[in-house]
């Protein structure tokens, strides 16, 4: 199956903590890193009631130092285990998710299922409001008997775009054009080209940084030459990056 191929790049940003900020573990204890990753080391462990400096942010990690002037990276589930001096919680800033929501333009890619034949899609959308997206698609089907490419464009509705995990609706319109194969070919049959009505449902996972995973149903319509409808059901998985 031919597809266009896509790289992606992902960039990082550091985020820094205003002013240093004491708090207090409340936890049996917390693991303390030697930088912004688990895959960073943990070198010591910060015991229930103690108290530590929360300095900076860097990718949902901080870092602080404890009273006895170690210093190191903690994650931010960590973080939200640990009370200020006024025994509320520590505030964590999620600046990724924060993002998410204000994102402008998202770009994803799709592997699944139209009927019985596996196909790939590309999508591009244009955020319009927190609730509502334009979207354009190409998605490229191959079945034993022909090759399908379908164009669509679509409305986005996402009923509650605050909730990391959260679902949306779509209604759009389109083409899809049929190739047979070449066997088909020779035998007389003709590339055709039929109008396409779509109405979907979907949910959206934000994952971190720019990225967020997508599956979504479709209920595809064609309008065939003879006038009647051919209905095509897709089931769809991929990943999008905003930008």
């Given at each position: 199956m031919r597809l266009i191929s896509l790289a992606l790049a992902l960039l990082i940003s550091s985020v820094a903590i205003a002013a240093e900020v004491q708090v207090k573990v409340v936890e049996p204890y917390a693991d303390m890193h030697t930088g912004p990753a688990s895959e960073y080391p943990a070198f010591h462990a910060?015991?229930?009631?103690?108290?530590?400096?929360?300095?900076?942010?860097?990718?949902?990690?901080?870092?602080?130092?404890?009273?006895?002037?170690?210093?190191?990276?903690?994650?931010?589930?960590?973080?939200?285990?640990?009370?200020l001096q006024d025994d509320k919680t520590f505030p964590i800033d999620d600046k990724d998710f924060d993002a998410f929501q204000q994102r402008l333009f998202e770009f994803s890619v799709f592997a699944g299922r139209i009927d019985n034949t596996?196909?790939?899609?590309?999508?591009?959308?244009?955020?319009?409001?927190?609730?509502?997206?334009?979207?354009?698609?190409?998605?490229?089907?191959?079945?034993?008997?022909?090759?399908?490419?379908?164009?669509?464009?679509?409305?986005?509705?996402?009923?509650?775009?605050?909730?990391?995990?959260?679902?949306?609706?779509?209604?759009?319109?389109?083409?899809?054009?049929?190739?047979p194969t070449a066997t088909l070919v020779q035998s007389g049959a003709q590339t055709r080209t039929n109008d396409l009505l779509e109405v979907g449902v979907g949910v959206?996972?934000?994952?971190?940084?720019?990225?967020?995973?997508r599956l979504e149903y479709k209920r595809l319509t064609a309008l065939t030459e003879r006038d009647a409808f051919e209905e095509l059901n897709q089931w769809q998985l991929g990943f999008s990056v905003f930008f």
């Open positions: 910060v015991e229930r009631g103690e108290a530590i400096t929360v300095m900076s942010s860097h990718t949902g990690w901080y870092k602080v130092r404890t009273a006895r002037g170690i210093e190191g990276w903690i994650p931010g589930s960590a973080l939200a285990k640990t009370i596996n196909a790939l899609s590309v999508n591009t959308a244009w955020i319009i409001t927190p609730n509502i997206a334009a979207e354009a698609s190409l998605t490229q089907a191959l079945g034993e008997f022909s090759e399908n490419r379908l164009w669509l464009v679509r409305l986005q509705h996402t009923a509650f775009p605050q909730w990391r995990l959260s679902p949306y609706f779509t209604l759009g319109a389109g083409q899809i054009q049929t190739t959206r996972y934000y994952l971190i940084k720019q990225f967020s995973v």
